[in-house]
């Protein structure tokens, strides 16, 4: 599986972005693609999923209402529309896909749960 992460800048703060990750290769039944971030000398956090069979979706608490995750069946691919952006969401951007994925969204939160990793994408957001 490989996967292509995109859409990454700069904005202001308060301002929107639109991340996009196209997947190619190999399908699993029950997977899930997440988007995670990782700011300077911060540790890789978890920020939005979507279990691609259902479009389920979840967030972590600091990104709901404010990201959105979608995804695109007919271009294989999962988008982050990220809007009312903060400086605090300045990080860059990865998405990650885990092949069998748990029901529980718990057990989809962390780094290592995911099996597949695409290049980061910066986003910067100017205060």
């Known amino acids: 599986v490989q996967l292509q992460a995109f859409g990454g800048g700069l904005v202001q703060a308060g301002g929107s972005l639109r991340l996009s990750c196209a997947a190619s290769g190999r399908t699993y039944t029950n997977y899930v693609v997440g988007w995670f971030r990782q700011a300077p000398g911060a540790e890789r956090e978890f920020v939005a999923a979507?279990?691609?069979?259902?479009?389920?979706?979840y967030y972590v608490d600091s990104v709901k209402g404010r990201f959105t995750i979608s995804r695109d069946n007919a271009e294989n691919t999962v988008s982050l529309q990220m809007n009312s952006l903060k400086p605090e969401d300045t990080a860059i951007y990865y998405c990650a896909l885990n092949r069998f994925a748990p029901i529980e969204w718990v057990a989809n939160v962390r780094p290592e749960d995911y099996d597949f990793w695409g290049h980061g994408t910066q986003v910067t957001v100017s205060s």
């Open positions: 979507i279990r691609w069979s259902s479009g389920s979706s």
